[in-house]
């Protein structure tokens, strides 16, 4: 018996893929809390194993040494999930994904210039801090101002990127949902 098939100009074109749109910059933020917990352990691990392979006895031996570590110990953990499909475990659970601005895989280079643009966020308000000797709830407010500034900068961008990524022509982008498949026991 002959199977006929009927073809529909539909059913020869491509799905479109879905626009490459930016995460809301609440899911951002609440991305940023979860990855702040998650490296909690990776800074214990990479502080564990300075001390260990050192012989540090006392916490403030060596000190600046042990922060340049876990500086390029986080550095090394960005850019290899940035480069190794754009997402951390944190970016993965928010359904954000890190691109360049054509949608590839980030390099190397630009992995890393972005961990380091990165540190915007934080350092100017800590330096700032410290410049004006701040004491008490001054120590707090400066960094806290300079957080909620960088952070405004996503709204000085057409696509809803962040400063930082602007230079480097990275793009945060959420993944959609996949669509659902239907189960054997619903077929």
Not at 68 to 75: K, N, Q
Request: glycine share 4%; aromatic share 12%.
């Amino acid at each position: 018996m002959p199977i006929l098939i009927i073809f529909t100009p539909c059913m020869l074109m491509s799905p479109t893929p879905a626009p490459l749109t930016a995460p809301p910059l609440k899911a951002r933020l609440l991305c940023m809390v979860y990855e702040s917990m998650l490296l909690f352990g990776v800074v214990f691990i990479g502080a564990w194993l300075f001390s260990t392979l050192l012989q540090q006895r006392h916490a403030l031996a060596m000190r600046n040494e042990l922060q340049v570590w876990l500086f390029l110990v986080l550095g090394m953990y960005f850019t290899w999930f940035w480069t190794h499909g754009g997402q951390t475990l944190a970016m993965k659970t928010w359904r954000i994904r890190l691109t360049t601005s054509d949608g590839a895989n980030l390099s190397w280079r630009q992995a890393s210039l972005r961990y380091l643009l990165a540190w915007l966020w934080l350092v100017p308000g800590l330096a700032l801090a410290q410049l004006l000797d701040a004491k008490g709830s001054m120590l707090l407010y400066i960094p806290v101002l300079n957080f909620l500034l960088w952070s405004m900068t996503v709204f000085l961008d057409p696509e809803r990127q962040f400063l930082h990524d602007r230079i480097v022509r990275t793009r945060i982008i959420a993944v959609p949902v996949p669509p659902k498949t239907p189960s054997a026991d619903q077929v």
